[in-house]
């Protein structure tokens, strides 16, 4: 019913900048909060960032560190993530997910995307 579709994966080197894209699609779309989590190799699956759907505010992981912004675009129901200054352990599968509840833990996200392979090569 509800459809995650993500893009803008791929391979960048050290200190490059990528931004991936999800797009949401459904006869009713109205989450709470939107996010992006990443699961790095070996890794468990962790958040990135976070977007309140109705006002905009937003949740960054400490570790970030300012590097990452999250955004929306409520007209097409697209969620973005620009990532600048990338390091070789930000290279993980990165998954958009859509939750109705006051969450910031994975298993309490509804839909997910099918997750996009970001590598940062040294």
């Known amino acids: 019913q509800v459809q995650l579709v993500e893009s803008g994966g791929g391979l960048v080197q050290t200190g490059g900048s990528l931004r991936l894209s999800c797009a949401a699609s459904?006869?009713?779309?109205?989450?709470?909060?939107m996010a992006w989590f990443r699961q790095a190799p070996g890794k468990e699956r962790d958040i990135v960032a976070a977007?309140?759907?109705?006002?905009?505010?937003?949740y960054y992981s400490d570790s970030l560190k300012g590097r990452f912004t999250i955004a929306r675009d409520n007209a097409r129901n697209t969620i973005y993530l620009q990532m600048n200054s990338l390091k070789p352990e930000d290279t993980a599968v990165y998954y958009c997910?859509?939750?109705?509840?006051?969450?910031?833990?994975?298993?309490?996200?509804?839909?997910w995307g099918q997750g996009t392979q970001v590598t940062v090569s040294s």
């Open positions: 459904g006869r009713t779309f109205s989450p709470y909060r």
């Open positions: 997910a859509a939750t109705n509840r006051v969450t910031l833990v994975a298993a309490r996200y509804d839909y």
């Open positions: 977007i309140t759907w109705s006002d905009g505010s937003t």
